[in-house]
Each structure stands twice: as C-alpha cells, then as structure tokens.
C-alpha cells in the first residue's frame, strides 16, 4: 500500500512538472508581435458573415472571429473609428465626424491613440495609417507623432500603396488601414442589397492582398492581423442609429497566439482593438481605456471586464441603447 502511495505520489510531481514545463513554453502573447496591422472597412458591419469572403475566411481559419461586436452608441466614422483606435468612448473622445474634418489633432489630448502611446513607449517606432476617408489622418490620428500618413480616396489605388509600401521594405510596427468603398454602396443601396454584399467581396479582396504583402514580407512571422467595421447600415441604407444592422460589427484577430475558432465575448466592442493591439506590442494600457480583451481572443488571457464606473455615461447609456437595439433586432 505504501509502496502504491509513494508510486502515486511520484507520479503527480511528475506530472505537475511537465504541466509547469508546458506552461511556460506556451506562447506569452503580452509582447509577443513585432507588428500589428489594424484593418478597417467603413460600413461592413457585422456582414463579413453573410457576404462571399473567401480571403477572410482563409486568413482568419485559425483566428479569433465576432460578428455581433458593439460599435460605439453613434454609429458613425468619427465616433467609431475614433474609439477604434483610443480604446475609450464618444463620449470621452467627443470625436464626431464633423469634429474629426474642422479640427487637427495632436498628442495634447487626454485620450489619445494607440498611435501615441506605443510613440511615447518605443520612439524610434515605425509608425503608418493609410486611409480612404482622411478625417482620420486629420482629425483622429495625431499629427505631431511622426505617423506615416498617406491619403489615397480610393480603395483599389489604396490598396496598391499599402502593398508598395511593406514590398519597398517598410515593416511598421503599428499599421492602420481604412477601406470606404463599402460605406459607400451601403449609403446607396443599403445593407440587403446584393451590391453592398458584392462589394464586401471586393473589399474582402484588398484584404487579401494586403495581407499576402505583409506575409511575403515576412511580417506575418510576428504580426498581428485584425479585420474591423466602424459600424454596418440599415435594411434602407444610412447608419448613425441603434439598430442591430447600424450597431453589430465584425472583429477579426489571427496571429501565433490568437485562440483558434474564438468567439469572443457577448460584452467585446470594436473599441477593444486598442487593448488588444497595446498588448500584443508590450504597450501597457493606459487607465483611461475602456477597452478591454475580450475572452478567447488570445490563448493565455482569460477576458476582462469592462470598468463600469470609468466612464459612466458610456456604461449607462450603451446599457440603455443595447435595449433599444435588441428590440428593433427583433424586426431584422
Ligand atoms: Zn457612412
């Protein structure tokens, strides 16, 4: 019997060491990417699901994917792109879209990007945001940081610039993108369409291609590659509002320590790309955010919740405007 004990006994040590050995092989994300490319398409939504998106599909298959990820109460550019990349609330940012055209903004501001943050962390950093829509250039991304900013209103020549760009030997550490051509057709022809569907599909091509050119250039090895919506449209076309078409938005992640088939949690708004990206660079979070990392997005962190009293008038109207969302959901 005894002898059965100590057996038993060795045998548990035995194994907790391996666990431990195995634990700490195991991939710490905290740091973990040398690059981080953040790519937005204006207006899609949560409709990455629904439309024909095969490169998408390929480069997310072993991703972390969330279709029904909350865009910020005004479901606008502004608004969204700004929480997108501040990792806090309109209602901080106060970033409308007209706000983000009539003022240039700089560092000298109490909730700036993740531009800032990784600029004041490492300052030699590479830093680019190649745009469609040029408010963000302007009017989002601070200007007195050294970001390479290039301007191309126009999706495919965009597109071209970007795989120029890391083709000519650029490998930026923060790299953002905005695509606009599906805002664009979701305005005209709403998001029922067949047309906004189609277009998704061309937009999901420039997708590929942009990452085919970071992964030929060897930036993939470490990168972090994130796909994300500002926010979708109605059945009519048009958003700003609180319907589930408006407020539901895609949130992609792949890299070497992403969970594979992650979900993401219910409560994951597309502002957590901030926290997300900080992480992944070795950035700590600033106390300001509201953004957070979701669950199942990286596999050694557990999800976070929100800090519900940070940011009061965001806890309590979002609270009340995801009400009003989920029963105008219930009309499609
Ligand atoms: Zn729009």
Sequence with gaps: MKKLICALLALTMLASLC???????????YGAYKHVFIIGVDGAG???????TPEFDRIFANGAVDYTARAEVKTDSGPNWGAILTGVSIFKTGLQNGVTGDKERTSETEYPTVFTYLRKARPGSVLASFVNWNNINYGIIEN??????VNVPDDEKLTD?????????NAPELFFVQLDSVD???????????DYMKQISVADG??????????????????LFIVVADHGHTTAG???GLTMRESQVTLAVTGKTVAKGGKMSPETRNRDVAAIALYALGVERPDVMTAVIPSDVFTDVNGETRPAGKD????FVSALAWIITRITGIAG
């Design 161 to 169: 610039a970007i795989c120029a760009y890391f083709d000519e030997g």
């Design 19 to 29: 666990f431990a050995g195995y634990a700490e092989n195991e991939p710490k994300s």
């Design 144 to 149: 007195d940081i050294n970001v390479n900013k």
């Design 206 to 223: 420039y997708v590929g291609r942009i990452y085919d050119a970071a992964a030929r250039n060897g930036l993939m090895d470490d990168g």
């Design 312 to 315: 009061f008038a965001d806890t």
């Design 184 to 194: 664009h057709v979701g305005h005209e022809k709403g998001s029922k369409s067949e």
């Design 46 to 52: 949560r409709f990455f699901k629904d439309a024909e």
């Design 238 to 240: 048009g958003h700003g």
